[in-house]
């Protein structure tokens, strides 16, 4: 098995900056992409970043030029800086990973158990 531990939430005013960490841990094989997904009240799920094993990155279009993700393959770690935070940012973040573990042949979504982003206008 495969787990996730996120740290770095809490409560900012509208402007103001937070670090998301996510490590894994566990009988890890491999990890392929990673990232952070959030979900607001009353709302979906929804994609904010991932970073693939080689770096590639992708952005939900309103957190681009606000929100880096960055990633440490040794340490099966990744962050998102959140710089100019919104009110609307507000959400749980959930941290992502496509990993196998020493048990399985096949790769699995992995969630972390989510910490809360409140942002305060």
């Known amino acids: 098995q495969v787990q996730l531990v996120e740290s770095g939430g809490g409560r900012v005013q509208a402007g103001g900056s937070l670090r998301l960490s996510c490590a894994a841990s566990g009988s890890i094989f491999s990890i392929a992409a990673m990232g952070w997904y959030r979900q607001a009240p009353g709302k979906q799920r929804e994609l904010v970043a991932t970073?693939?094993?080689?770096?590639?990155?992708n952005y939900k279009d309103s957190v681009k030029g606000r929100f880096t993700i960055s990633r440490d393959n040794a340490k099966n770690t990744v962050y998102l800086q959140m710089n100019g935070l919104k009110p609307e940012d507000t959400a749980v973040y959930y941290c992502?990973?496509?990993?196998?573990?020493?048990?399985?042949?096949?790769?699995?979504?992995?969630w972390g158990q989510g910490t809360q982003v409140t942002v305060s206008s």
């Open positions: 970073i693939t094993r080689g770096g590639i990155i």
């Open positions: 992502y990973a496509d990993g196998r573990d020493y048990s399985s042949s096949t790769y699995r979504d992995y």
